[in-house]
C-alpha cells in the first residue's frame, strides 16, 4: 500500500488511541515442514467483544501493512492504514464489531520474522528464517484467534495480500470463519505479479548493504529496497491516476534541466516513497513477504479453483470486491474465484467498483466499499444470530 | 525490445548478408544548447535507391535497438532487429524500396555516444556526453539522409521510440517526408512511462559499479542495468501473454523449493532476459536514451498537440497503428495522435490490432501489420509519383 494514502485519511470517527499488543506461542509448523519455536504475534483489536464470543471480524494486511490498521497509538498523528474502514460507524463497525488484526509471521512490526532473534543463534535471523506461506501466515493468526476464545469470526477481510489470507481461512479453517470479504485479491498469484516481485527482490540482492541477508549490526540495503518499493508503488496506481496527479508536471524548474537530476515531479515522488519506505520497513521482510505471495495457489497447483471450496459450508457467504483500474490484481482474477464460489453454490456477491485510483483504490475513502461491507456485515450477523452492541 | 523475439524470426526471404556503414560528421548541434564535435552515425542499407532518390523509407528503432534492423553480419546466425517487416516482398518491401536504418546518437551501436572517446578528454565520455533528446536523434538522422543525396524520405516508421523518433521527422523536417508510420507510439512521455524508466535510471545509478558513469576501465554495473531491464521487460509483455507464456510453471523441479533460489519459469526467463542484456548494452547509453524518451513532447509542453502538426504539408499522409494489449503505450496515445491529426485535415489512417503480446507486439511476425504497411507505402508511392523497382 502507498504511504501517502494514510496521512490523508485522517478523517470522520476514529477508534481514538490504540495499544500494540502481542502474544507468545511455543511452536508453529510452518507448510515447508520446519517450525517455528516460539513465536510472537503483534495484533490490536478495536471495538468490543460480546459475551457469546461472536462479533469477531479478522483483518489482515497487504504486503507493506502491519497490525495497526486503525485508531492512533499514543502520540502519533497518523493513524491505522485502514482508518477509512474501521471505526465507528464505518464499514467494519466497531461499535458493533470486534476487530482484530495482526502482523504476518516473516513481518518486521511486531510478529515473530527474519529481524527477530533466533532462539538457536543467538542473533536476527536473516536469511535463517524459514521461508512463510500464506497458509503459515494464517495458521499463526489461528493460534491468536483460538487465544481470543473466538471459536468462529463472523468475517475475514482484507485488501490485496490481505484478501488473499481471508481466502485462504475459508479453505483451512471452514468451520472457524461465517463471511470473508476478499477486495484487489486473487486465488492465485499471475506471472506478471511473480515478475514484477522477483524483479523487487533482485534489487534488493543485488545491493551490497544486502550482504545475503546478513545486515542488521550495519548499514541496510537501503537503495535495493527503495528500488524494490519504486516498482511497487507504480503497479499500484494506474496510467490514469498518475496522469491526474502529476502529468508531465516539471518538479521546481521551468526547463527541463539536461541532465540526470530529477526533472519531473512523479520521479521526486517516486524517489520520496522510496526513501521513505526504507525507514519502515526491512530488507528481508520484504523478500519473504514477497515470497510468500508468489507460492500463493489456493488449489495447491492441483485441479480447478472450484475443487479448493468444495468443502466450504453451505451457509458461508461471500462479497467479492475489485476496482476496475486495478492492473496489478485485474477483476479478472476476482471473477475467477466468483465463479470457483458459484460453482459449488455459495452465496457470492461480486462487486466490481469503478475507480482510477488502480490497486490503492482498496485504501482510499470510499462510500459505496463502506457501505457494501456494512450491509454485508449487517446481514452475516442477523443470518448467525449475532448480538450487536 | 525483446531479445527473444530476434531469434524466433528469421525466417522467409531475407536481405540476405549486409555491412554496417558509418559516417563522420564535424558537428551537431543539441536541444540543450551544446554541440556534438565530431559525430558518428552507424547505420545500413537495405533494397537500391532508385535513379530519382525518391524511394528511402527510413526505419528509427527502439530504446534497446541499433541500425542492424534487418539481414545478417557476416558469420551471424541472428538478423536484424526487425527482420519480419523488412526483406524482399515484406511490409518495407526491399525489392521496391530504398530501406535506411541508424543507431541513434548516444547509442552505443557505433554512433556517437557515452562509449564514444570525448576529443576533449581522450577518454570515453561517461556522463560527460551531453543529455540528448528524441528532437537531436532526428537532427542526426538529417545529416545522414541529406548525405546519402535523399530530398525527401517516402516514409519514416518505427515502434516504440521509432514511432516517436517518425512522429518528430514529420514536424522538424516536414518538407523532407512524404509519409509516417508511427507504431505502438506516443506523442509524449507519460507519467507511468517516466516513472518506469526513473526507477530503471536509479536502479543502475544505485549500483556501485555505475561510479557515477566512468567504469569504462573496469567491471560495469551489470546488475543494475539487468534489473532496469528486467523492468523494462515486464511492461514490453501483457498479463495475457505471460500467463500463456509461463503460467505458474516452475523450473525443474518438483515443488517450490521454500528458499530464494528461483522457484518459477517466469523468474528463470526475467533473468535471463537481465543478463543476457548487460552483454550486449551499456549502461550509460541506458540512462541517456530513457532520459530521451521521458523528454519527449511532440507539443513542446504548450498548447495542445493540435498545434504541432499545424505546419505539415496538406499532402503528408500517415498510418498510426496501436496494440490492444499495449499498455505501455496504449491505443489512447496512438488515437490521441490521430485525432490532433485529423483536427489539421491531414490524412490519417488509424489501426488498432488485437494483440495478446503486448508492447512487443510490434516485432512479431503478423501478417496484417505486414499488409497494411505494404499497402500504405504502395499508395503513397502513387501518389508522390514514385518509380519502384
Not at 490485496?160 to 479453517?173: E, F, I, K, N, P
Not at 541532465?259 to 519473504?288: C, I, K, P, W
Not at 508468489?294 to 451457509?315: I, M, T
Request: hydrophobic share 35%; glycine share 10%.
Amino acid at each position: 500500500m502507498s504511504d501517502y494514502l494514510i496521512s490523508e485519511q485522517a478523517r470522520g470517527p476514529s477508534v481514538g488511541e490504540v495499544a500494540p499488543q502481542s502474544v507468545d506461542f511455543p511452536s508453529l509448523s510452518l507448510d515447508s515442514g520446519e517450525r517455528l519455536e516460539p513465536v510472537t504475534i503483534a495484533y490490536e483489536t478495536y471495538g468490543e467483544l460480546n459475551e457469546e464470543r461472536s462479533n469477531a471480524v479478522l483483518i489482515a494486511h497487504a504486503l507493506s501493512g502491519d497490525a495497526h490498521a486503525a485508531g492512533y497509538h499514543q502520540g502519533d498523528d497518523r493513524p491505522g492504514w485502514w482508518e477509512t474502514m474501521i471505526g465507528p460507524g464505518k464499514g467494519f463497525d466497531t461499535d458493533r464489531f470486534f476487530v482484530i488484526c495482526s502482523n504476518v509471521i516473516g513481518g518486521c512490526k511486531g510478529s515473530t520474522g527474519p529481524i527477530s532473534i533466533s532462539p538457536a543463534t543467538g542473533t536476527e535471523y536473516g536469511l535463517g528464517f524459514p521461508v512463510v506461506t500464506v497458509g503459515d501466515m494464517v495458521r499463526a493468526q489461528k493460534l491468536l484467534v483460538d487465544h481470543l476464545g473466538i471459536e468462529r469470526l463472523l468475517s475475514v477481510s482484507g485488501g490485496s495480500m490481505g484478501g488473499m489470507q481471508a481466502l485462504q481461512w475459508t479453505v483451512a479453517y471452514p468451520e472457524a470463519v461465517a463471511s470473508c470479504i476478499p477486495i484487489a485479491a486473487t486465488a492465485k498469484h499471475s506471472p506478471m505479479q511473480i515478475a514484477f516481485n522477483e524483479v523487487g527482490r533482485l534489487a534488493i540482492m543485488s545491493d551490497p548493504k544486502w550482504n545475503n541477508g546478513d545486515y542488521y549490526g550495519g548499514p541496510a540495503p537501503d537503495s535495493g529496497l527503495a528500488v524494490a518499493r519504486m516498482i511497487g508503488h507504480i503497479t499500484y496506481l494506474s496510467d490514469e491516476s498518475m496522469r491526474a496527479k502529476f502529468g508531465r508536471r516539471l518538479r521546481d524548474k521551468e526547463t527541463v534541466g539536461y541532465d540526470f537530476t530529477m526533472d519531473f515531479e512523479v520521479e521526486s515522488y517516486l524517489r520520496h516513497q522510496g526513501e521513505v519506505f526504507t525507514r519502515r520497513f526491512d530488507a528481508n521482510t520484504y523478500l519473504y513477504v514477497t515470497k510468500a505471495l508468489d507460492y500463493f495457489d489456493l488449489s495447491g497447483g492441483h485441479g480447478p479453483l472450484e475443487e479448493a471450496f468444495r468443502d466450504l459450508p453451505a451457509d458461508m457467504r461471500f462479497l467479492v470486491i475489485a476496482f476496475s483500474s486495478d492492473w496489478l490484481y485485474p477483476p479478472y482474477q476476482s471473477k475467477h474465484i466468483v465463479r470457483a464460489l458459484k460453482g459449488n453454490g455459495i452465496d457470492c456477491s461480486y462487486l466490481e467498483m469503478r475507480s482510477s485510483y488502480g490497486h490503492d483504490a482498496f485504501l482510499l475513502e470510499n462510500k459505496d466499499l463502506t457501505r457494501m461491507v456494512w450491509h454485508f456485515l449487517e446481514t452475516t450477523a442477523k443470518q448467525w444470530g449475532v448480538r450487536l452492541g
